[in-house]
């Protein structure tokens, strides 16, 4: 464990030298879905070696749970987690893993077992909107 607790650390406070995407495809275990665009998983980085970390689903926005400004966006963020938490089954592969802006986060392209990218089920379905819409979930209808 002390191995990738030393991977994580590197991975997240490396040089831009070492930043570089992960192309993947990187087998993960779902450990819960935590909203409609963030999941914790687990991935096996060496011999009985596992990492937890939170995977942002890239290319998407969906509405809040945590703090959401108003009832609306709380039931729309309920319905965005849950749709995410049907297509994540157990297990995801992960594509293009990158740092994402907060500390022991990254942002990938999650598909499911099925091969179905999660951002575009999300976005098709109405649960989420492109990264950078400025949607407001309250306002929406």
Not at 111 to 120: F, H, I, N, P
Request: aromatic letters at 4%.
């Amino acid at each position: 464990m002390r191995f990738a607790r030393l991977l994580v650390c590197a991975l997240c406070f490396s040089s831009g030298a070492v930043a570089e995407p992960l192309a993947g495809p990187v087998p993960a275990d779902v450990i819960r879905v935590i909203d409609g665009d963030t999941i914790r998983v687990r991935v096996r980085v060496w011999l009985d070696q596992t990492v937890d970390v939170s995977v942002r689903l890239a290319g998407i926005d969906a509405p809040e749970l945590s703090g959401a400004d108003c009832p609306a966006e709380r039931t729309r963020g309920r319905r965005a987690r849950d749709a995410a938490m049907a297509m994540a089954g157990d297990g995801l592969i992960l594509r293009n893993i990158e740092h994402d802006k907060f500390a022991g986060r990254v942002v990938a392209e999650a598909y499911s077992a099925e091969g179905v990218s999660l951002s575009d089920a999300l976005l098709s379905q109405g649960h989420a909107v492109a990264y950078g819409d400025d949607t407001a979930w309250c306002a929406a209808g």
